[in-house]
């Protein structure tokens, strides 16, 4: 099984085409997630601010789509930063927005089908139950837990990390 340091270490040096991973962390550890990046040594994104951050003074909504997703990943994915990878948090809360259909779609591209990115990506999500319909489903989710890219935390302290 594999730990969320292992996930940064495959994600940083494991020659993955495409280095998005997905971390499923535990209610007790919900609001530290900052420390938890600090632990890990990577660079921490509140993505729902950095989504809010990026609208127009005009705009008076955010309408996401699975192409505005993917632009604003690939943003984050290409952007200097002081660390190598990037740990995303609050990655449900625009996933939620996306109709079933474009969320598949998105986790099939991520992890397939997103080169040679500057950074990896860790996307933040809620443990919730392992069929929850914000994560991939059936041989997509056999695909990301077989190439341990998707990893759940214990629910354990975060002095364990």
């Known amino acids: ?9 495959l994600l940083r040096h494991g020659g993955l085409r495409s280095r998005v991973g997905a971390l499923l962390l535990p209610q007790a550890f919900l609001g530290k997630e900052e420390t938890l990046a ?23 909504y955010l309408t996401l789509t699975i192409d505005k997703l993917i632009h604003h990943l690939d943003t984050l994915a290409n952007t200097r930063t002081e660390r190598d990878c990037v740990l995303v948090a609050n990655f449900d809360l625009p996933l939620a927005r996306l109709a079933h259909e ?7 591209r991520l992890l397939l089908d997103f080169p040679y990115k500057r950074n990896s990506l860790i996307l933040l999500l809620p443990a919730v139950l392992p069929h929850s319909a914000l994560l991939p489903e059936g041989s997509l989710q056999q695909e990301w837990t077989a190439s341990n890219r998707l990893v759940q935390i214990s629910n354990g302290n975060l002095s364990g990390i």
């Open 38 to 60: 600090a632990r890990l040594d990577v660079h921490y994104l509140n993505f729902a601010n950095y989504l809010l951050e990026s609208l127009s003074e005009e705009a008076s």
């Open 102 to 108: 474009h969320r598949m779609l998105l986790w099939n």
């Open 1 to 9: 099984m594999t730990n969320a340091r292992q996930l940064v270490n």
